[in-house]
């Protein structure tokens, strides 16, 4: 595994030069689209992509237009030189890191819309996000042309958001998701956890422990109205503002009264300022 930090490009000319000498060579390439301050789950990303392919780049864009005008895109952590440290130690190739003005050049006027996925679950309490997501990973798919690229389950929604406008728009890459890497006590890593005070980080964990306890009593025969609406009081109890909890088809997305399919368990909440979503398979 190379230790030395990856090639910078913040050039989209030089960056395709690159790619394209890698392919001409028949290495297999692997996007992890990231918007930095960089952690194992990102890593593990990483880490998937050097097992599937050759080459992996890592790109770090901190998208302002996935972010609500009251949401913490000026506060977002940023440390381009940890980023890259961590990403030479886990043996990526390259980090394509544009500017806004390069991804985003007076005059843009266009927008990718999913529909139908987005309108469930974080859409309708983060209007435009998805549009965001959609936008710019097509824009990083056309800029790195992989073969691969991979997204976290943590996000499950982006995941199968992303599925839908690559299969729909005849993007020629593979999306592939890799499961969610937590802390020992269960809570989903993120860049926003961060964010938190000791107080919140010792309670965040509640929230993986009421998605595996709704799992468990649904699976058991209980129905997942019931199910929700005692983890939910938990959360609240606990001190969570909830935005959502929900069961939902693995697929659709859609929220299923009893489980009889590939299923998830989904809930976003906030903890103080600080708002945290998370998910398991049912
Ligand atoms: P972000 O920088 O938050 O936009 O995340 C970049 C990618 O890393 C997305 O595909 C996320 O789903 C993924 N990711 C973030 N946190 C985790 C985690 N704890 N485990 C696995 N993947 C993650």
């Known amino acids: 595994m190379s230790e030395s930090i990856p090639q910078r490009f913040s050039d989209l ?91 985003y050049p007076p005059g843009f006027s266009t927008r990718i819309d999913v529909a139908g996925l987005t309108e469930g679950l974080c859409g309708p309490f983060r209007p435009g996000h998805f549009s965001g997501v959609a936008t710019v990973v097509t824009k990083l798919l056309n800029q790195v042309g992989p073969d691969t690229a991979l997204f976290g389950e943590k996000d499950f929604q982006q995941l199968r958001v992303i599925q839908q406008a690559v299969a729909d728009l005849d993007l020629p890459v593979e999306i ?27 309670l965040a964990p509640r929230l993986h422990a009421v998605l595996t306890e709704i799992v468990a009593t649904t699976r058991s025969g209980t129905l ?37 399919g590939p299923a998830r368990v989904l809930v976003a909440a906030f903890l103080g300022r600080t708002r945290l979503i998370d998910n398991v398979a049912v």
């Open 13 to 103: 000319a030089s960056l395709r030069r690159s790619v394209a000498d890698w392919r001409r060579a028949g290495e297999r390439v692997v996007l992890v689209p990231t918007m930095g301050a960089l952690h194992e789950g990102h890593l593990a990303l990483v880490a998937e992509g050097r097992r599937i392919g050759r080459r992996v780049v890592a790109s770090i864009f901190v998208n302002p237009t996935q972010f609500g005008p009251n949401e913490d895109f000026s506060r977002y952590p940023r440390d381009l030189a940890a980023d890259l440290a961590l990403l030479g130690r886990a043996g990526a190739d390259a980090a394509w890191t544009p500017a806004v003005e390069t991804m």
């Open 224 to 260: 997942v109205a019931a199910a929700i609406a005692e983890g939910r009081a938990a959360l609240e109890a606990a001190g969570f503002q909830v935005q959502y909890l929900a069961v939902c088809d693995a697929r659709t997305l859609a929220p299923v009264e009893r489980v009889d």
């Open 176 to 202: 592939q998701g890799v499961p969610t890497v937590r802390e020992a006590d269960g809570l989903a890593m993120s860049s926003r956890n961060r964010y938190l005070s000791p107080e919140e980080r010792a």
